[in-house]
């Protein structure tokens, strides 16, 4: 039997949606107090990664958004879990079910100019990105990330 994805928001009823499947990543710093989040045009905290294109899986995923949006690659990621956001997207005009997939790794390196410049990488406190990530399954990875590695921040 399969179980349900923890899934976050919900549409008005009779709004159709687009599906638009993606895999992100929790990038701790060596502390383990601060990760990595992408600061989108429109000034929203994410995790980084991004949608999936067809016949990518979720790791080819991650290393073509991370190499697009950053120029950086990541060592393998582990798995922490899928859930799913129900949203509206002001910028495209279309409301979205993103199912996601997430993972957690440690580190990064920079490899190339990245092939994207309006997104900004930055390290958030743990604390602060809980709240301020801007999509709930995003911060239901991070607290899934929280709790496989017994991390709190200080």
């Known amino acids: 039997m399969q179980m349900a994805i923890p899934t976050f928001g919900q549409l008005p009823a009779g709004m159709s949606y687009a599906t638009r499947t993606g895999a992100y990543v929790v990038i701790p710093d060596a502390d383990r107090q601060r990760i990595l989040v992408l600061i989108a045009p429109n000034g929203a905290l994410i995790l980084p990664g991004g949608g999936m294109e067809a016949g990518e899986d979720q790791q080819a995923t991650l ?84 709790q496989t590695q017994g991390v709190r921040p200080s």
């Open 63 to 146: 290393t073509r958004e991370l190499r697009e949006e950053f120029g950086i690659a990541i060592p393998p990621a582990t798995y922490l879990g899928e859930a799913a956001d129900y949203y509206y997207s002001r910028h495209r005009r279309t409301a979205f079910y993103n199912p996601g997939y997430f993972f957690a790794t440690t580190g990064y390196k920079k490899i190339a100019p990245p092939l994207e410049d309006f997104n900004i990488l930055t390290w958030q406190p743990i604390i602060t990105a809980q709240f301020a990530l801007k999509r709930a399954s995003h911060r239901w990875a991070l607290d899934q990330w929280l």
